[in-house]
C-alpha cells in the first residue's frame, strides 16, 4: 500500500529549477524522519537530502549541497525538495522516504526529474 505521493517532476534545461513535494496523508509526518532519495539508470539508489521530524536539522549528499533544500510543513504532512541550477547529472527518479526506528519505512513511488537542453 502506498503512503507517500510524489509530485513536481519534470523536463528543465540545465540552470533550471523543480520544487517536489511528497505528501503522506495517511502518516504522521512528525513522528518520521523525511529524506529524499534518487536513482539514475544504471546506478545505485542514493540518499540525496534528510531532514529531522522538526526539520531542526538537514543533510545533504555532496553532490547537491549548495543547490538543494529539503523543508517540511508537518501540519500539511508535506516534505519539499526545492532543487535550483540543476545539471545534467541529476536526472533520476526522485523518491520521498519516510523512517524512524521502531515504525515500518514508506516510500514513494516517485517522480521523473529530466534535465536536458
Known amino acids: 500500500q502506498v503512503q507517500l505521493w510524489e509530485s513536481g517532476g519534470g523536463s528543465v534545461q540545465p540552470g533550471g529549477s523543480l520544487r517536489l513535494s511528497c505528501a503522506g496523508p495517511?502518516?504522521?509526518?512528525?513522528?518520521?524522519?523525511m529524506s529524499w532519495h534518487r536513482r539514475a539508470p544504471g546506478n545505485e539508489r542514493e540518499m540525496v537530502a534528510s531532514?529531522?521530524?522538526?526539520?531542526?536539522?538537514?543533510n545533504y549528499a555532496d553532490s547537491v549541497k549548495g543547490r538543494f533544500t529539503i523543508s517540511r510543513d508537518n501540519a500539511k504532512n508535506t516534505v519539499y525538495l526545492q532543487m535550483n541550477n540543476l545539471k545534467p547529472e541529476d536526472p533520476a527518479v526522485y523518491y520521498c522516504?519516510?523512517?524512524?526506528?521502531?515504525?515500518?519505512?514508506?516510500w514513494g513511488q516517485g517522480t521523473q526529474v529530466t534535465v536536458s537542453s
Open positions: 522516504k519516510a523512517a524512524q526506528i521502531g515504525r515500518p519505512v514508506y
Open positions: 495517511g502518516l504522521l509526518f512528525s513522528d518520521f524522519v
Open positions: 531532514i529531522t521530524r522538526t526539520g531542526g536539522t538537514t
